[in-house]
């Protein structure tokens, strides 16, 4: 693994090369992952960074910073958007790069970030939330990462009978407020649902699904950037969603859901997604292009 000092729009980080992949992890906020590229393209970054975007808070300017993120679900103003101003602890161990949170005393929470290269291409990124408070708290960990914008996100919807004839409903959709289902960015397919990301548009949208198989993707200029994930028993949040994509003229987000956990103090819970970047060149939101490309690679 090779090392450097870097930056990107101004934040400082440090980018690790592995393997077919370059990490780059901030070093003065998060826990964030700033920057992600395959070897091929090592100046193509396809996360999103966003310097001056957030909302302001009491206590103070929340920054989304962009890229890759940990929050616990369900979202709740303030807890979602407790700061994090404040330079990281990066531990590496041989292969393993662990960036530690500082505690957020509030919400009675500390979270890391652990970076693991895998022998067959890609990485294990894994999410720990900690309970470091006096008594029990309930949470999911919840993985937000911005893309890059000019692409779409792929949502996979694949029928999954729950009784032997097929009588009984077997996916379902969740839509936000502000979400109108008839907007153009959504498409709505035979076992997927695509998310396009559009500079011209600003107003927002975000949809969310039990995804079929488990996996979310985004394909932006000849790339797709691939989050896969494990099921686990429990109650998933936002009415039962393990993928969930937010959009609007700024930015997208690929998002997964871990299930519901009631942690008692000293307690932590894990969530793990597997990172590969796939070149594919030409990719359109549609299920046959998703097919004949990411199909034997993905719907296992």
Not at 194 to 219: C, E, L, R, S
Not at 286 to 297: A, I, M
Request: with cysteine; hydrophobic share 40%; proline share 8%.
């Amino acid at each position: 693994m090779n090392i450097e000092d870097s930056e990107v729009s101004g934040f400082k980080m440090k980018l690790f090369s592995l393997d077919d992949m370059a990490i780059g992890v901030a070093t003065d906020i998060g826990p964030r992952i700033l920057y992600v590229a395959s070897r091929r393209r090592p100046r193509f970054n396809l996360f999103g960074v966003l310097p001056d975007a957030g909302i302001a808070m009491a206590d103070g300017f929340w920054r989304i910073y962009g890229g890759h993120r940990l929050w616990s679900s369900p979202e709740a103003k303030p807890r979602s958007y407790s700061m994090d101003d404040k330079p990281v602890r990066i531990v590496v161990e041989e292969d393993r790069i662990m960036v530690n949170g500082n505690p957020e005393i509030q919400n009675s929470t500390q979270k890391k970030i652990t970076i693991e290269p895998l022998s067959d291409a890609g990485v294990r990124v894994i999410h720990d939330i900690k309970n470091i408070g006096r008594w029990p708290i309930e949470l999911g960990c919840w993985a937000l990462t911005v893309m890059r914008k000019n692409g779409f996100a792929v949502m996979p919807l694949k029928p999954a009978k729950v009784d032997e004839e097929g009588l009984l409903p077997d996916r379902h959709i969740s839509l936000w407020p502000y979400t109108d289902p008839s907007d153009v960015r959504l498409t709505f397919a035979n076992g997927y649902v695509f998310v396009k990301q559009d500079p011209q548009i600003p107003k927002p949208v975000k949809i969310g699904a039990m995804a079929n198989p488990a996996w979310t993707a985004y394909w932006v200029d000849g790339t797709v950037f691939v989050k896969e994930f494990s099921m686990e028993e429990g109650e998933y949040p936002d009415f039962g969603c393990s993928v969930e994509v937010y959009t609007n003229a700024a930015m997208l987000e690929l998002e997964t859901v871990g299930p519901m956990r009631r942690l008692q103090p000293s307690e932590s819970v894990q969530h793990t997604e597997i990172w590969r970047i796939l070149e594919v060149e030409e990719l359109t939101p549609e299920p046959e292009s998703v097919e004949q490309k990411l199909g034997t690679t993905l719907n296992k």
